[in-house]
């Protein structure tokens, strides 16, 4: 009679083994994809948010030019966008709200308006960073006197821009 696999001692251990790692190896590789995935699916909810931001900026101008009030928007430099997307019913589920300080290990993750430096704020939830925003208001300073003039300076855009760090 001739010897099986399954008959040579240790032939249980070494399958029971070899599935083991087989499994592990598996779940390993779905969690990574998992994690990956949740990475993905916030960073793509920062850009809408950022667009939904955009988009409320775009509005409010129009808002602005129709009522004649485009002197006043100078003032909505560095200002607060999550108060415009208030007005509008918009305001996301993951802004914080207004505070005074940096933000520290203490805080939990989502978006926070930071009135001192008058800076939006979003800390990350997978990956325990932050990004930073400034609300701003893009213009051509035709008679260089460095402030927003409706009647000389062209108007370019208000938008939410990202910048690479936290500024001194």
Known sequence: MVPT???VPGA???????????ILILIFVFFSYVDDTQREFERSAIEQTRRIIDSALAVTFASYAVEGRLDELEQLNGANPFLLLQNYRMLPASYQGEIEQDIDA???SGWY???HRRLVAYKTYH???????RLHLNYDDRDGNGRFDPASDEFRNLQLQ???????
Not at 12 to 22: D, K, P
């Open 12 to 22: 249980l251990l070494f399958r029971t083994l070899m599935s083991l790692l087989l």
């Open 162 to 168: 990202p910048l690479l760090d936290l500024p001194r």
């Open 127 to 133: 990956l325990d960073s932050y990004r930073y925003f």
């Open 113 to 115: 308006y930071l009135k």
């Open 5 to 7: 696999l399954a008959s």
């Open 106 to 108: 203490g805080l939990g």
